[in-house]
């Protein structure tokens, strides 16, 4: 497996998204070979990396979100409590409806 390079340069550099790149091409060609010696067709493994990559990013987002809503839960207790009675409005409400229908039927 090719090995990849530390950076060296600083995050805030505009050269950090090309320099990461350039260290990941070579693990990235090997994925891609790797791939299609199993028998894949190479471009379907690159569209697999490609759909494994986005979905990555959307579930580091979503976790970023949801981290940024349970911050602000722990600051204001009063979110957390209208969370916590909105879910269980919603779950007594299914749970009587069910119980009225049964009566019903």
Do not use: Y
């Not at 320099?19 to 894949?40: H, I, S």
């Not at 959307?58 to 209208?82: S, Y």
């Amino acid at each position: 497996m090719a090995p990849i390079r530390s950076p060296k340069t600083d995050r805030s550099d505009p050269e950090h998204p090309i320099e990461c790149q350039e260290a990941m091409e070579d693990a990235f060609l090997d994925m891609v070979n790797r791939g299609v010696r199993a028998g894949w067709d190479v471009e379907q493994v690159i569209s697999a990396v490609i759909e494994l990559a986005d979905t990555q990013m959307v579930l580091r987002q979503e976790d970023a979100r949801l981290e940024r809503t349970l911050r602000r839960m722990r600051k204001d207790p009063t979110l957390a409590e209208m969370g916590i009675i909105a879910f269980f409005g919603i779950v007594g409400i299914a749970l009587a409806a069910t119980f009225i229908l049964s009566i019903f039927m």
